[in-house]
Nanobody, 117 residues
Framework: QVLLVESGGGLVQPGGSLRLSCAASGSIFSIKSMGWYRQAPGKERELVATITSGGSTNSADSVKGRFMISRDNAAKNTVYLQMNSLKPEDTAVYYC??????????WGKGTLVTVSS
């Protein structure tokens, strides 16, 4: 079992920045990748960015050059999403995700990001 807790969401003006954090606990030794997804009102959940246990990253075209996923290399149980140049269309609930070597997927409860003036 893996427990994921997100933090760092909030209200920010267009062009601003936020950093989201996701702390994993439980069977963290089984995690092979972690990532961030988001779901805007009336839309399906979509991939934002992922990072593997080896450090390889992937991100959606819509956030390339603006968002960066990283992890705490010491603890290896915390991932971050640095979001810069935020746009109103980035408004969504952001969910942390972990995929394990046992082919299980876990989700956090989500944190709301609102980009508005």
């Amino acid at each position: 079992q893996v427990l994921l807790v997100e933090s760092g969401g909030g209200l920010v003006q267009p062009g601003g920045s936020l950093r989201l954090s996701c702390a994993a606990s439980g069977s963290i030794f089984s995690i092979k990748s972690m990532g961030w997804y988001r779901q805007a009102p009336g839309k399906e959940r979509e991939l934002v960015a992922t990072i593997t246990s080896g450090g390889s990253t992937n991100s959606a075209d819509s956030v390339k050059g603006r968002f960066m996923i990283s992890r705490d290399n010491a603890a290896k149980n915390t991932v971050y999403l640095q979001m810069n140049s935020l746009k109103p269309e980035d408004t969504a609930v952001y969910y942390c995700n972990a995929d394990t070597t046992l082919s299980r997927r876990y989700w956090g409860k989500g944190t709301l990001v609102t980009v508005s003036s």
